[in-house]
């Protein structure tokens, strides 16, 4: 029995979090404290606290609390803990996206530039984010066909020279792996790829103009017409880049709308004075925001969630309003960056025309989007809801979903698909080659996938990376199957020591998920619940289908059938166009192999004497 008066008095003279649960052992709302007596006690003095407060602490049965060195580790932890449970009076971060960054890898030899989403302290140079995906891998072309930048991935100078790729051959690369260009004379193309990141591209459009000159002086319009395309890239690419300030300085411009409980963050990125785009998320506000606190309310939660997430932390943050915790996020966004940063609420100039500006973006997103925000959220947070309820479960948050598929004896593939708030995180998909065996048994996949990806996972913890897919682990798992595949995936998991609720999908007669398995009971499910679900197993079916499909239309994928003699790609074809399987293959005689047009006896005989074999275990 939790005796509250009693809990109050032991309350410690020290920063910390502390968590309040209902009735139910829901975690309900996190909270920080620089001191943890003061601040807990004070939602159980009798005086009034708004109503929304005094509603909440109407709901709390007891709470918890955790002790930190500091108010800056409280801050931390309390943002993990918000993002773990996801509690119903917190301010919530509804969308979970990743924006992509040019990678130069300049401590290499021969330097690479790359698409990523995410950072590393690396020793690599990052330009971003951007917020057109499609402008980005357009900016990387653009750079390859100008600079003749390496796109391969080999270990240069130390690997042995090979065969140059066809970039060599139509021009696109320096011949790095022949040894046809010195590192230094190729490390000044890369500054100027990084001089044209940062900013410059008058430099660029210079060279061009008297490359293309120069081509046509000397009657060579060919080339010169190529320049003159290059050239008009470079002019599409600078328009797409308003100039704010010639300061040249990194800044987040960061402004919301809020109405009842939706609300609409609008972000503009600021990189090298100009802005390279901009983004909206949308939050659900917690039930304790009081009207008057609501912009500084959210702003202050969307900072610590944004910020955590992201790895990429600007020199200033620009906000529409003061915060109480500016100090104190300040210095925490400070430590993760290495430098200072800056939190400023902008009053006069060009700044607060920008801060007026996003303003009324994030005003005009909240007013068109509403309706819509309202049914994603029933779709998804709310899906999610109602799925905890169903299978007696709390703060459901990430989901994987695992399929495994295989065609007539073609190599098995394994995908890895995952959920998070209800929404499919693609960059978080991964793909499986099955090693350690030829032939279809779902289940053994299934053991080596888990194996894989959870191993992988304990090792990218145990070296503290923090943006790996795989360091984080699911709140429950999902698999096609029934009882056979849930009880090889819990005992995958045992054997790992890793203990995560699993289960299975129970499919109707036309192989349509009609309700959940969950420690060996069906769960039949609310509708948005179940189409949450379908889409899941929908998405991992597509995902490793997709996958097994790729593989095998670029001859990657390895048929029992190239292992026998005589059996080329012709007669592999016509086998597969007489039988519907390998196992029909494997049953059939050498009389009836040889009956095949384009089958010899002798090919018949090996293709009856390799199956024999294989049966055997010889």
């Known amino acids: 029995m939790f005796d509250l008066e009693e809990e109050l008095k032991k309350l410690p003279d020290s920063p910390g979090v502390y968590l309040m649960h209902d009735a139910a052992d829901t975690v309900i709302y996190v909270g920080k404290a620089r001191v943890l007596k003061n601040r807990v006690r004070q939602y159980f003095q009798n005086r009034s606290k708004g109503a929304k407060i005094d509603h909440m602490v109407t709901h709390i049965a007891r709470f918890e609390y955790i002790i930190t060195d500091s108010e800056l580790e409280a801050l931390i932890l309390e943002c993990n803990l918000i993002k773990t449970y996801r509690p119903k009076y917190n301010t919530m971060l509804t969308d979970d996206k990743t924006y992509p960054f040019i990678k130069v890898t300049v401590s290499e030899p021969y330097p690479r530039v790359l698409f990523t989403r ?261 779709e998804t947070i709310g899906a999610l809801r109602l799925l905890e309820e169903a299978l007696g479960l709390s703060c459901l948050n990430r989901l994987e979903a695992y399929d495994i598929s295989n065609l007539n004896g073609f190599e098995a593939v394994g995908s890895m698909v995952v959920f998070e708030s209800g929404r499919a995180k693609k960059s978080d998909y991964r793909k499986f080659k099955i090693k350690s065996f030829q032939g279809q048994d779902d289940v053994r996949a299934l053991k080596e996938v888990l194996t894989r990806r959870f191993t992988s996972g304990k090792k990218e913890q145990a070296q503290g990376r923090e943006y790996s897919s795989f360091t984080r682990f699911p709140d429950l798992i999902l698999m096609d199957g029934g009882k056979g595949q849930v009880h090889a995936a819990e005992e995958t998991l045992e054997q790992l020591g890793i203990f995560i609720p699993v289960c299975g999908m129970v499919k109707d007669d036309h192989h349509r998920t009609r309700a959940l398995l969950y420690q060996e009971k069906e769960y039949a499910l609310d509708r948005d619940a179940f189409h949450l679900v379908t889409r899941i197993q929908d998405e991992a079916h597509r995902f490793a289908i997709t996958f097994h499909r790729n593989l095998r239309s670029s001859s990657q994928v390895h048929s029992v059938l190239d292992d026998i003699p005589q059996v080329g790609p012709k007669r592999r074809k016509a086998l597969m166009r007489e039988f519907d399987s390998i196992d029909e293959i494997r049953k059939a005689d050498v009389t009836r192999l040889a009956s095949i047009p384009e089958m010899s006896r002798t090919a018949a005989e090996n293709i009856v004497a390799f199956f024999t074999k294989e049966s055997t275990g010889e």
């Open 118 to 378: 995410k950072t590393a302290r690396d020793k690599a140079r990052y330009f971003g984010p951007y917020a057109n995906v499609y402008a980005v891998r357009e900016i990387i072309d653009f750079l390859h066909k100008m600079y003749q930048i390496r796109s391969c991935s080999k270990a240069l100078p130390e690997e042995k020279k090979s065969r140059p790729c066809l970039n060599y051959h139509i021009g696109r690369c320096k011949g790095c792996c022949q040894g046809e260009i010195s590192p230094e004379a190729y490390r000044e193309n890369i500054d100027k790829v990084i001089a044209f990141l940062s900013g410059n591209t008058a430099g660029v459009q210079k060279e061009l103009k008297e490359k293309m000159n120069a081509a046509s002086e000397a009657m060579e319009y060919e080339k010169a017409g190529e320049y003159l395309a290059l050239l008009n890239e470079v002019r599409v690419i600078s328009k797409r880049q308003k100039m704010t300030r010639s300061d040249g300085d990194d800044k987040d411009i960061i402004a919301a709308a809020v109405e009842e409980a939706d609300c609409v963050v609008q972000i503009f990125f600021i990189r090298g004075g100009k802005m390279i785009g901009r983004e909206h998320y949308f939050l659900h506000v917690g039930e304790m925001e009081e009207p008057e606190n609501k912009i500084a309310g959210v702003i202050s939660d969307f900072l610590t969630q944004y910020y955590s997430g992201t790895p990429y932390i600007p020199n200033e943050i620009m906000l529409p309003v003061e915060i109480a915790d500016a100090a104190l996020i300040g210095d925490w966004l400070s430590s993760k960056k290495e430098g200072r940063v800056r939190i400023t609420t902008p009053k006069i100039g060009m700044k607060e025309r920008l801060m007026e500006l996003a303003e009324e973006n994030a005003a005009l997103i909240l007013k068109k989007d509403r309706e819509k925000l309202a049914r994603e959220e029933k």
